[in-house]
C-alpha cells in the first residue's frame, strides 16, 4: 500500500491545475462555460504584503472562502474568487526606510513572497484578474474616482487642525486612530492646522445609516458599530446673542428642555470665534490656555473624569428665555472642529457641566425634578439628574415629562427664530491627504493666476423671487443671493443680481430681454451666470439668444416639469414648454453645473439628472439650508462659485503617475517629499495653459480598497472602471469575509465610495456587500497575539513542509467557530494528518479491492452518508466549517470499521472533503478511474427518504438501572415499544411476575418500568 506523501501530491495538483486553467472565471459575453451559469462572486479583504510575510493566522479567512468557492463550483455557479494586493501606504513605506530600499521595490519583493505562500495552499484563485493597488493601471480609476468626487463637490481643500502623527510625519483621518494614538506605530497624535484634502462623507452619512437596515446578512455586532460610528443625533441649534457685539454664539443641544437652567457657554480652544470675543483684559490667559490645548490629545480632552479646565473670555451672551447673562468660557472638554465647536453649559443637568460650573463658582439651576420628588438645591453630583424627570422652574414647561418638553421647547424656539431643529453626526469628514511618498498622487493643479482671475456674476432668482432680502413677491424674500453678491464683490467681481420683472406671471422672453437690457458689463467667457429654479429656464433662452459663450453656468434646483401642491400655475409651466435647443446650449460654456436638493419635494432628482444629461453638466446634490435653496446663507452655492485655483488633470492624461526618486524620506514639515522634485511638481494649467504646480499630498492606504471589488470585475479595461454589463452581471459580491477590525474604517469608505458610483451611474447597486463574515483571529500557542515581539510567529510554510497544505486547511477551519478567536495547536495539526491518512487508507483499499465494494449497501454507512452530505452542504455556506469537518470525520471512522463500502459512497465522500482538502481527494478521485477534476464533478445530494435509519436501538430500565436493550421500528407506536419491552426474557425475570406500577416511554430513546 502507498504512503500518503502529500509534498509529491500537492506539487502534481498544483502544476496539473495552472496547466488545465481549471480556476480560471469566465464572463457570460464571452465564455461559453459559464453560459447559463448563475453567477456567485465571493471575496477576501485583500491582504497588505508586509514584509514579514504570512503567518498561520492570516490564511484563516482565505481557506474559509475558497471552500466555499469550490462548494459553488461544483454546485454550478460561475465563481468569481480573485486576489489582489492593497500595497500602498504608510507600512510599506516605513518598512522600506527601515531596510534601506526603495517602496517600489520592497512592494514587489513583498507581493512575491505573499503569492509564493499563498500559492502552497492551493487556492481557487484565478490570477489573470489579479489587482494591484500600486500599479499605475490601476490606479488610473483610483484617482479617476477621485476626480468625479472633486467635480461634484465632494473633496475640498481645507485648513483645519488634523491629526498629526509626529512619527509618521503625516496626517491621518479619525479612523487611523487607536485610543488617541497612531494605529501605525503607536504614537501619541497631535492637533496640527495642515493643508490638505478632505472628502464630504459626512454627506452620505444618513445613507450610510439607513441603508444598514438593507445588510441583512451582515453580522449585527458589525452593523452596530457603524451605526454608533456615524453617530446620528437630533436636536437644535440654539442661537445667542453676544452682549454689545453683533455675533451670534450657537450652541447645538439634544436637550433644549433643560435650557431654563443655562447658565454657561464653553467654546472650544480651536473655534475661530475665540479671538474677536475675548477681551483685552483676558486675552493673554485665553492665548496661553488656547497654546497648552493644541498639545493635548481629543481622547484626553474629553476623557470622563478628567479635571475640568477653562478661562473667561471676558464675554457674555443672553439666554432668551430667562434674559439671563451667561459667562462665555474657553474649555477643552468641548471640540471646537466638531459640530458648533460650542456648548451651553446646563450644571443642574450635565455631570460634565456640573464638575466645570462647582470647579469655577457659576450658578447651578435646577430645572428637572426626578421620581425621588427631590428639588432641593443641586451641591453634588449624585443629584444631577441627566435622562428622566418632569420639569420645574421652566415656565411654560413646568409639569412636562422631559421628552415632551423637549419637543415643545424646539417648537417654541423655533418659532421664535432664537433656534433650528438640526442633525447632528459624530461622522467626521474624511482626512484624505498624506504628505508622505507611497501613495497614489492626487490628480489636481493649482493655477496662480486662474485663481486670482476676476469674473462678472449674472444671478437669477425663479418664480416670485427677488434678488433682495426684503423685495417685492410673495416667495424666497428671504434669499442667499445678496448675501452670495456681498461675498464676491468682497473679492473684486462684479455682480449683476436683478429683480426680473413680473415674477409672478413670468414671461421668459420679457426677462431675458430685461437682462439684456440692464446687465452693466460685455457677457463672455468671463461670465459666470447663475439661476435659481426658474432663473435656469431664463439661463437657456439667455443663452440661445445671445449665442455667445460664457465661462460657467450654475443652475440651482432648475425647475424642469414643476408641480406645485396648492393650484396649477399655467405661466410657470408655459415657461418650461422645453422648446430649446440644448445641442446648441450646452456648447455655450465648458462648465455646465447643476446643483439639486437632495429633498425638494417639487422637483425631482429624475428632472435634475434630465438637465444634466441635456447639457452633459456636473450634477451635484446637496442637503440646503433651507429647503430649494431659500436660506439667507446657501454655503454649497457660495462654493461651487469659489475659484480655488484648483484644477482637475485631464482624465486623458490619467493615470497621473508617481515619480521615481531616490529621496523618499517624510519631510514633517507638512509638506510632501514630492513637494521638492520641481520638474515633477512644475506643469501647466489644464484651464488657461499658464504656468502651474501640482497637488503633492498623495492619497491614504484605503483610497485603493475603497473599490478594488469592481474591477476584479473587469481587470483589464482601459477605457472605463468597469464595464456596465460585467458589473451588472457580477455586483453584488455575494460573500465578503475579513478582520472585524475594518468595520468603522474599510467597510464605511467603501459603503460610501459604492454609493457614490451609483450615484453618477458607474454600478448598478446602492450597496457593495450582500453577505459579510468576519474571521476570528488565530493566536500563538502561548494564547497571545502572533508576533515577532513574543517570538511565537508559526510559518505557514513549515506547517505546509512537515504536515502539508490539505492539514493545515483542515486544521484552522475545524480549530473552533469560525468568527471566534483560537490559539494554534500543533497538536491540532497532527489530528487533521491523521484524519487524511485515514481516508488516504481507505482509498487505498479501494483500488487495491480490499473493501468489498461491489457487495450489498452497508445500510448504516448509507444512512449516514446522506447525513453527512445534509449536515456539510448547510454548513459550508453558514460558516459552521468546524462541525461539517467533525461530520467527515464520523463518517471516515465509521467507514473505516466497516469491511463493505459502496464504491459511490466512498465517490460522494471524497466529493464532500473535496473543497478542505483539495489535493489528496484529487488524487483519490483520479484513482477511482475519473479523467476529469473532482472540482467538475457535481455536488452531491442526499435522499430525504435515507436521512434516518429505519430501526433504532432503545434501552430498558427497571427501577432505573439498564436491564436490556430491544431494537424496534424508528416509528414504533409508545404502546407497542412498551409491550415489546415487557416481553423480553430478561425483563421479564427482573419483574419476577410482579405487576409494573408504571411504564414510562421516552420516544427513541427508553422505556423505564417501575416496580
Known amino acids: 500500500m502507498s504512503k500518503y506523501d502529500h509534498k509529491k501530491i500537492e506539487a502534481k495538483w498544483k502544476k496539473n491545475w495552472e496547466k488545465s486553467g481549471i480556476y480560471k472565471t469566465g464572463d457570460p459575453s464571452f465564455a461559453k462555460d459559464s453560459a447559463g ?54 507600512p510599506a513605506e516605513n518598512y522600506a526606510l527601515k531596510n534601506k530600499v526603495h517602496p517600489a521595490d520592497a512592494t514587489a519583493e513583498n507581493i512575491k513572497v505573499f ?94 445609516l439607513n441603508d444598514i437596515e438593507l445588510l441583512k446578512e451582515w453580522p449585527e455586532p458589525i452593523k452596530e458599530m457603524q451605526r454608533n460610528w456615524i453617530g446620528r443625533k437630533e436636536g437644535i441649534n440654539i442661537v445667542y446673542q453676544i452682549e454689545g457685539s453683533d455675533k451670534k454664539v450657537i450652541c447645538f443641544t439634544t436637550r433644549p428642555d433643560t435650557n431654563f437652567g443655562a447658565t454657561f457657554v464653553v467654546v472650544g480652544p480651536e473655534h475661530s470665534l475665540i479671538s474677536s470675543i475675548t477681551t483685552s483684559e483676558y486675552k493673554e490667559d485665553v492665548e496661553k490656555y488656547v497654546s497648552a490645548a493644541k498639545n493635548k490629545t481629543e481622547l484626553d480632552r474629553i476623557a470622563e473624569g478628567r479635571e475640568k479646565s477653562g478661562v473667561f473670555t471676558g464675554s457674555y451672551c443672553i439666554n432668551n428665555l430667562t434674559d439671563y447673562k451667561m459667562p462665555i468660557w474657553v474649555a477643552d472638554y468641548v471640540l471646537g472642529n466638531v459640530g458648533t465647536g460650542m456648548v451651553v453649559g446646563v450644571p443642574g443637568h450635565d455631570k460634565r457641566d456640573f464638575e466645570f460650573a462647582n470647579k469655577f463658582g457659576i450658578e447651578i439651576k435646577r430645572v428637572v425634578v426626578a421620581g425621588d420628588g427631590d428639588t432641593s438645591p443641586i451641591t453634588k453630583i449624585e443629584q444631577v439628574q441627566e435622562h428622566e424627570g418632569e420639569m420645574i422652574n421652566s415656565g411654560f414647561l413646568d409639569g412636562l415629562d422631559i421628552h415632551d418638553a423637549t419637543r415643545k421647547i424646539m417648537d417654541r424656539l423655533e418659532e421664535k ?96 430681454q430685461y437682462v439684456i437690457d440692464n446687465v452693466n458689463f460685455e457677457i463672455d467667457e468671463n461670465t459666470v451666470i447663475v439661476g435659481h429654479s426658474l432663473g435656469g429656464v431664463v439661463i437657456y ?45 450646452k456648447k455655450l460654456s465648458d462648465d455646465f453645473v447643476v446643483l439639486g436638493a437632495s429633498d425638494f419635494a417639487t422637483i425631482f432628482e429624475k428632472d435634475l439628472r434630465f438637465v444634466a444629461d441635456k447639457l452633459e453638466a456636473n450634477l451635484v446634490l446637496a442637503k440646503p439650508a433651507e429647503g430649494h435653496f431659500t436660506a439667507e446663507e446657501e454655503p454649497v452655492v457660495l462654493n461651487l462659485l469659489n475659484n480655488t485655483g484648483w484644477y482637475p488633470v485631464p482624465e486623458k492624461d490619467l493615470p497621473l503617475e508617481l515619480p521615481k526618486v531616490k529621496n523618499y524620506e517624510p519631510t514633517g514639515t507638512g509638506e ?280 433504532i436501538t432503545v434501552v430498558v430500565q427497571v427501577n432505573g438501572k439498564l436491564r436490556d436493550e430491544i431494537i424496534v421500528p424508528v416509528d414504533i407506536a409508545e404502546a407497542d415499544a412498551k409491550a415489546r419491552a415487557l416481553s423480553t426474557e430478561k425483563i421479564k425475570k427482573w419483574l419476577d411476575g410482579k405487576e409494573p406500577k408504571k411504564v414510562i416511554y421516552v420516544k427513541g430513546k427508553l422505556v423505564s418500568i417501575v416496580v
Open 37 to 90: 451559469k448563475p453567477k456567485y462572486y465571493v471575496l477576501d479583504m485583500f491582504p497588505y504584503p508586509s514584509g514579514a510575510g504570512l503567518h498561520v493566522g492570516h490564511p484563516k479567512g482565505f481557506i474559509a472562502t475558497d471552500i466555499v468557492a469550490r462548494l459553488k463550483m461544483m454546485q454550478g455557479y460561475n465563481v468569481l474568487h480573485p486576489m489582489g494586493w492593497d500595497a500602498f501606504g504608510l
Open 115 to 208: 503569492k509564493k505562500q499563498l500559492g502552497l495552499l492551493g487556492f481557487t484563485y484565478d490570477w489573470s484578474r489579479e489587482v494591484n493597488t500600486t500599479d499605475p493601471e490601476y490606479y488610473k480609476w483610483t484617482q479617476w474616482i477621485f476626480l468625479q468626487l472633486f467635480k461634484k463637490g465632494l473633496a475640498f481643500e481645507s485648513y483645519e487642525p488634523i491629526n498629526w502623527c509626529p512619527s509618521c510625519k503625516t496626517g491621518l483621518a479619525n479612523e487611523d486612530l487607536e485610543d488617541g494614538k497612531c494605529e501605525r506605530c503607536g504614537s501619541v497624535v497631535e492637533q496640527k492646522p495642515l493643508r490638505q484634502w478632505v472628502l464630504k462623507i459626512t454627506d452620505y452619512a444618513e445613507r450610510l
Open 417 to 512: 427664530g432664537w433656534g433650528k431643529r438640526v442633525i447632528n453626526y459624530k461622522l467626521r469628514d474624511w482626512v484624505f491627504s498624506r504628505q508622505r511618498y507611497w501613495g497614489e498622487p492626487i490628480p489636481l493643479v493649482h493655477c496662480e493666476v486662474c485663481k486670482n482671475k476676476k469674473y462678472n456674476y449674472i444671478i437669477l432668482h425663479g418664480y416670485t423671487g427677488t434678488a433682495d432680502q426684503n423685495g417685492p413677491g410673495r416667495g424666497d424674500s428671504n434669499n442667499w443671493r445678496p448675501w452670495v453678491k456681498v461675498k464676491l464683490e468682497e473679492r473684486g467681481n462684479k455682480v449683476f443680481c436683478p429683480n426680473l420683472p413680473n415674477t409672478n406671471e413670468p414671461n421668459i422672453d420679457e426677462q431675458v
Open 541 to 585: 433662452k439667455l443663452l440661445e439668444k445671445l449665442n455667445k459663450k460664457v465661462g460657467k453656468v450654475l443652475l440651482v434646483d432648475p425647475v424642469v416639469s414643476p408641480e406645485f401642491p396648492d393650484k396649477e400655475r399655467l405661466n410657470v409651466k408655459k415657461s418650461c414648454d422645453w422648446k430649446f435647443n440644448f445641442e446648441k446650449i
Open 672 to 951: 510632501s517629499p514630492l513637494a521638492g522634485i520641481d520638474k515633477w511638481v512644475n506643469t501647466l494649467c489644464p484651464h488657461c495653459g499658464g504656468p502651474a504646480k501640482r497637488e503633492t499630498n498623495t492619497m491614504p492606504q484605503w483610497a485603493g480598497s475603497c473599490w478594488y471589488y469592481l474591477r476584479y470585475e473587469d481587470p483589464h479595461n482601459s477605457k472605463a472602471l468597469v464595464d456596465k454589463d460585467k458589473e451588472k452581471y457580477w455586483s453584488p459580491v455575494d460573500f465578503y469575509v475579513g478582520g472585524a477590525e475594518h468595520a468603522t474604517r474599510h467597510l464605511i469608505y467603501a459603503r460610501f465610495w459604492h454609493k457614490f458610483l451609483f450615484d453618477i451611474g458607474a454600478v448598478s447597486n446602492i450597496e457593495p456587500f450582500t453577505k459579510l463574515q468576519s474571521v476570528g483571529l488565530i493566536l500563538a500557542e502561548d494564547g497571545r497575539k502572533m508576533s515577532k515581539r513574543w517570538n511565537n510567529v508559526i510559518n505557514p510554510d513549515d506547517v505546509v513542509a512537515e504536515f502539508g497544505a490539505d492539514a493545515m486547511r483542515l486544521y484552522e477551519m475545524f480549530m473552533g467557530p469560525f468568527d471566534q478567536a483560537c490559539a494554534w495547536s500543533t497538536k491540532g495539526v497532527i489530528g487533521c494528518r491523521r484524519f487524511l491518512e485515514k481516508v488516504w487508507v481507505l482509498g487505498e483499499k479501494i483500488k487495491d479491492e480490499r473493501l468489498k465494494i461491489n457487495g450489498d449497501n452497508n445500510k448504516n454507512i448509507e444512512i449516514l452518508l446522506n447525513q453527512t452530505i445534509k449536515k456539510v452542504t448547510e454548513d459550508i455556506p453558514a460558516m459552521r466549517f468546524n462541525t461539517a469537518i467533525a461530520q467527515l470525520m464520523i463518517f471516515a471512522n465509521e467507514a473505516s470499521q466497516s469491511s463493505i463500502l459502496n464504491l459511490q459512497s466512498f465517490a460522494s465522500f471524497l466529493q464532500l472533503l473535496a473543497p478542505f482538502a483539495p489535493h489528496m481527494t484529487e488524487e483519490l478521485w483520479a484513482n477511482l478511474g475519473n479523467k476529469e477534476s473532482i472540482f467538475k464533478s457535481a455536488w452531491p445530494k442526499f435522499d430525504p427518504t435515507k436521512i434516518q435509519h429505519s430501526e
